[in-house]
């Protein structure tokens, strides 16, 4: 249509189709390269429409896997606290509890995926204060213990996230269990920030305080194993009062995918 108006209105003789071989093969040319476009942003439609496609099934498989995950994981879970219940080995029942743990720090993880929304990354804001919380709920009994959490806006692969979700399980377990002693209550304060280049996971209590004649446990080693992993560093000092544990991470490992 563009070439037929362009022939009659404005290539001589005007307010006809007749034109000579030279503006002839223009037109040609013309419409060769409309079709050729025409052509190339159709081909771009449809490739944007599969890509919708693609990623919309891509995020229902995911969410297929977290739930499917997450009850694997409740099943692993439910048996794991059967087994503690049966046993009457005080250090058994402590070992499985401590992997019941784990297990449902992981499980949490998949919680969170299904339907972000965002590609499979996790809300660690969301995550770790509800882990904390639970952890508070869980394991300090009757004493008057406060787990407080705050974390920045950080969004985090699962995979990054279950290691920082398991990090912040170990090192708060640890401060419950033996910064207060006997009867004595307190308040374990967890951390995450980024500056730029790092993110840090911070864990510090107001209890008896690091000794240094402390022989690292299982749960110390996890962390320094899952520090690892990511690339990152474990630091412990005095924190007078209390002992505060760092956990310095590469933030690259925020976009892996």
């Not at 985090?156 to 920082?164: G, M, N």
């Amino acid at each position: 249509m563009s070439a037929a108006v362009a022939a009659y209105f404005f290539i001589d003789p005007i307010f006809s189709f007749a034109i000579g071989l030279k503006d002839t093969f223009a037109l040609t040319i013309f419409v060769a390269i409309g079709f050729t476009m025409s052509w190339i942003t159709e081909a771009l439609r449809e490739a944007v429409r599969r890509l919708d496609e693609s990623e919309a099934a891509k995020a229902l498989l995911l969410e297929e896997l977290a739930h499917r995950t997450k009850n694997d994981l409740a099943i692993i879970s439910s048996a794991i606290t059967l087994q503690r219940n049966n046993s009457k080995d005080p250090a058994v029942r402590d070992a499985l509890s401590a992997a019941n743990a784990r297990v449902l720090v992981v499980a949490q993880a998949q919680e969170r995926l299904r339907g972000d929304g965002k590609g499979g990354l996790v809300g660690l804001s969301d995550y770790v204060t509800a882990l904390g919380h639970g952890l508070g709920d869980l394991l300090r009994d009757v004493r008057p213990i406060a787990v407080r959490v705050t974390c920045t806006d950080i969004f985090a692969p699962s995979s990054v996230a279950v290691h920082v979700g398991l990090i912040v399980n170990e090192l708060v377990t640890n401060s419950l269990k033996y910064a207060y002693p006997t009867e004595r209550g307190g308040v374990i304060k967890v951390d995450i920030t980024t500056n730029g280049t790092n993110m840090i996971v911070t864990v510090i209590d107001d209890g008896v305080g690091c000794s240094p004649e402390t022989v690292p446990g299982l749960g110390s080693k996890l962390v320094r194993l899952l520090a690892k992993q990511l690339g990152g560093t474990v630091e412990r000092e005095d924190a007078n009062p209390g002992c505060c544990v760092r956990v310095t991470l590469d933030e690259r490992i925020l976009l892996l995918p």
